[in-house]
């Protein structure tokens, strides 16, 4: 048994899971009411679940999925069948001089010492290797199981960091997922050359494949006017498909008077670019910014998704607030500045919320800044419920995800949704509950612009790109029962993105694939070629 757990917890912990429980309400009842009859302190769920998990071990015990789950603390962060850890890179100068950005010492630009995933990283030394170890060690010991790693790197403008460090960063993440749990493990020095920092990334990668700990996804986030083909190209050898980009607003008065560095038409140009090379788009965007309006806001919001320039895929919603350290903190003590009251901002959210498309997830309603270093603007840090109790319906996909359920055969309806963006076609195939009509599954799918021309991925110019597949549900690990993930969705769900590019004339089909999942694309007649998972498609009969 775990050593930091005393003899009374552990009989404590022993009687409580004597009993089968219907919710976490009736286990917190249940913990209080053992506390108090063995004089003990309430018992965490960690400690819990470490008990639990002996006894199913020694077979003392037969395991009950019900009870992980409801021991499992903050389900939510795998309900969508993935496991999200993030990093943050050390503290670099930033090219950028935002009026709205605070500036600390030794803290990445734009964030705050007090910021939760600050905190963790500075715990860390910002060492990506004891970061992503310390990840997992949480994760697993809260009930989670992290075989499916979406890695989201934070900290910055990733595409401003020296090349070594980069390399060298990312290297160690992926080296930190194959080492974990194995007894012997040793880090990469970032002395290393980078001709053999290159090498060591490929081989970890080349592991990655296969080991228990896979790397599903990468996200980086940079500037918009630090988008290249050459960057792109770079991000896709570290592995990385999906980025998030600061656009804040897109109005060139609001970007020019907030210091911003770049204009409206940088963030079309890299929007073009990103989706040319099948990333999978995150728009960062901040109303209430100065120089902008209510009415504005809303404007920006619309256009954004009925104007083909734009389209994000996904999209974090961060109001303005004012903390120290910033410019846009000096303008509020002078009278300059005044964020919109709680009201004002609720309804705005309400009014963007409408406007969402189904094709488009909401991440976050607000960023994780603790209270107490917001001088002025939104504190509420409970936004999404808040909008949830009021009745607000919205369409995004976080909101429809089928999350934990089960889905019963053929008891869906196939959807296709199609749009312009960026001078290409989209197509969003999804896969819906016919009763609940909730997501069960979905997949983006672009036929590319005919004038495009990446610089070394030649072969891109004439495919079709999967830019995302996705089957939601809680995360399942190999080999475990099936909810829906591993339900064949995701094999149908590439069979009709398959007949789409064969009917407009594409002979190939390339998708954007994390390495932790190359080989499911493998087992559907896909080979690797620079990156990107390819199959050429037979002629159209």
């Known amino acids: 048994m775990p050593k930091e757990t005393s003899k ?8 409580l899971l004597r009993k089968d429980y219907k919710n976490e309400k009736e286990i917190m009842r249940e913990k209080r009411k053992l506390a108090k009859k063995y004089q003990e302190e309430i018992i965490s769920n960690s400690q819990i679940l470490k008990i639990y998990k002996e006894l199913i071990t020694n077979k003392f015990l037969k395991s009950n999925k019900n009870l992980e789950n409801l021991l499992k603390k903050r389900a939510v962060r795998t309900i969508s069948g993935i496991a999200p850890v993030a990093v943050l890179t050390k503290p670099y100068k930033c090219p950028g001089n935002c009026a709205f950005c605070p500036t600390e010492k030794n803290v990445p630009q734009s964030y705050l ?35 499916k790693i979406e890695l989201i790197v934070i ?21 930190s ?26 081989k970890e990668q080349k592991k990655n494949e296969k080991t228990k700990y896979q790397l599903i996804g990468l996200t980086l986030e940079t500037r918009p006017d630090y988008i290249t083909s050459e960057e792109l190209e770079q991000m896709r050898e570290l592995g990385c498909t999906r980025v998030e980009i600061g656009v804040q607003a ?25 989706r040319d090379y099948g990333f999978k788009i995150t728009y960062h965007l901040m109303p209430g910014l100065p120089g902008s309006s209510l009415g504005k806001d809303l404007e920006m919001f619309q256009t954004y998704f009925n104007n083909e320039n734009f389209q994000p895929d996904q999209i974090k919603f961060y109001p303005t607030v004012v903390t120290k350290g910033s410019l846009l903190y000096q303008w509020w003590k002078k009278g300059k500045y005044k964020p919109y009251t709680e009201e004002e901002l ?44 009021k009745g607000v319906i919205c369409q995004c996909i976080r909101c429809r995800e089928i999350k934990d359920g089960i889905i019963k055969k053929e008891n869906y309806d196939f959807k296709i949704i199609q749009y312009k963006a960026s001078a290409g076609q989209e197509y969003f195939l999804s896969f819906e509950d016919k ?16 004038n495009f021309s990446s610089l070394n991925f030649k072969f891109l110019n004439t495919s079709a790109i999967i830019r995302e597949l996705h089957v939601y549900g809680a995360l399942v690990s190999r080999g475990e029962d099936k909810k829906i993930q591993h339900s064949g969705l995701g094999k149908k769900l590439l069979e009709e993105c398959e007949k789409i590019a064969i009917k407009n004339n594409f002979s190939k089909i390339a998708i954007i694939s994390g390495v932790g999942v190359r080989n499911y694309y493998r087992k559907n007649a896909y080979k690797l070629h620079k990156t990107y998972m390819i199959k050429k498609l037979c002629e159209k009969k």
Not at 156 to 167: A, F, H, Q, R
Not at 254 to 261: A, D, P, T, V, W
Not at 370 to 377: Q, R
Not at 435 to 450: E, G, Q
């Open 8 to 15: 009374n917890q552990i009989e404590l912990i022993k009687e």
């Open 435 to 450: 009763i609940s009509k909730k997501l069960l599954a979905f997949c983006r799918l672009r036929l590319p612009d005919k």
């Open 113 to 147: 010492s007090n910021e939760p995933a600050v905190m963790r990283a500075i715990r860390c030394n910002y060492d990506p290797y004891i970061q992503v170890k310390d990840r997992l060690k949480a994760l697993i010991a809260n009930g989670h199981n992290p075989t």
């Open 155 to 175: 900290g910055g403008t990733w595409s401003y960091l020296p090349e070594n460090y980069k390399y060298w960063y990312i290297a160690n993440c992926f080296k």
């Open 177 to 202: 997922a194959n080492d974990f749990g194995k007894k012997k493990s040793t880090q990469i020095k970032i002395s290393t050359s980078i001709k053999n920092l290159k090498k060591f990334l490929a």
């Open 250 to 274: 897109i109005d060139d008065e609001i970007l020019k008077l907030n210091k911003r560095g770049h204009g409206v038409v940088e963030i079309v140009q890299a929007t073009k670019l990103l």
């Open 346 to 389: 609720q309804q705005l959210i309400i009014d963007c919320k409408k406007i969402v498309p189904p094709y488009v997830r909401i991440i976050r309603l607000i960023r994780d800044i603790p209270g107490e270093s917001i001088i002025a603007g939104n504190k509420i840090t409970n936004l999404r419920q808040i909008m949830k109790d």
